[in-house]
């Protein structure tokens, strides 16, 4: 016979279990952020990236055209609201689709969003958003990279795109725009609280081989390293 009791002891185990799994989550997010993967060593300083902040989510942020790259042909300024061909820096995060479409602030954050979002239950995008400047600030960090090393930026940023029959970037038709210049793009893979924006710009770094830590779900995870 079920019991009040019994009813209670399970609520509690599982009350108890739910605390000790976000305590274990946090403390591995701690370890795993200070722990640093070291950029690699002599290399040129040929291309200079950043990263930016908004305090939350980490983009990566390119110069739209150099020898290596033309982002323009496919994130194109035809997508944003301005038009603005006038941008010289792109950046571009990866994250959920839901938060990124339906969740501008944090007061707009809905329940069903977040739930989602945390158990990989909705779809990926790019937010992809053109600059005219790139100030350096606590928020926003300079990296200067070799020209090897930005090829591998960009292949990683490239496979994170999902593509059509034609292979071409399907750009996401949306009023959910942040301002005049930005444009939302589908993307592969499934947000998740051990796959976030963060974790995805992170891998970024590594792949192109640049101070990073060995996982992170914020951005502080990736910001302590270049104070």
Not at 1 to 20: C, D, N, Q, S
Not at 119 to 135: D, E, G, V
Not at 185 to 202: D, G, V
Request: net charge positive; with cysteine.
């Amino acid at each position: 016979m079920i019991t009040v009791k019994k009813i209670a002891k399970v609520i509690l185990r599982l009350v108890l279990g739910l605390v000790a799994f976000v305590l274990l989550y946090l403390l591995s997010a701690f370890l795993f952020s200070i722990w640093t993967v070291k950029k690699e060593a002599e290399t040129s300083n040929d291309v200079a990236i950043y990263i930016l902040t908004n305090g939350d989510h980490t983009d990566i942020v390119v110069p739209v055209k150099n020898d290596i790259a033309d982002w323009s042909k496919e994130i194109s300024y035809e997508n944003t609201v301005s038009r603005d061909t006038t941008g010289k820096y792109l950046a571009i995060g990866w994250g959920d689709k839901g938060f990124y479409l339906s969740t501008p602030t944090w007061a707009d954050l809905k329940f069903s969003t977040a739930f989602k979002a945390a158990f990989a239950l909705s779809t990926s995008a790019i937010h992809a958003t053109y600059y005219q400047t790139m100030p350096e600030s606590n928020d926003c960090k300079k990296i200067m990279i070799s020209n090897k090393q930005y090829k591998r930026l960009v292949a990683f940023v490239d496979s994170s795109f999902r593509r059509d029959a034609k292979g071409k970037v399907i750009n996401i038709k949306t009023n959910a725009n942040y301002d005049k210049n930005d444009a939302f793009y589908e993307a592969k893979r499934k947000y998740n609280i051990f796959y976030t924006c963060n974790t995805w710009a992170n891998n970024a770094l590594k792949a192109s081989g640049q101070t990073a830590c060995v996982w992170t779900p914020f951005d502080r995870g990736i910001f302590y390293h270049y104070k």
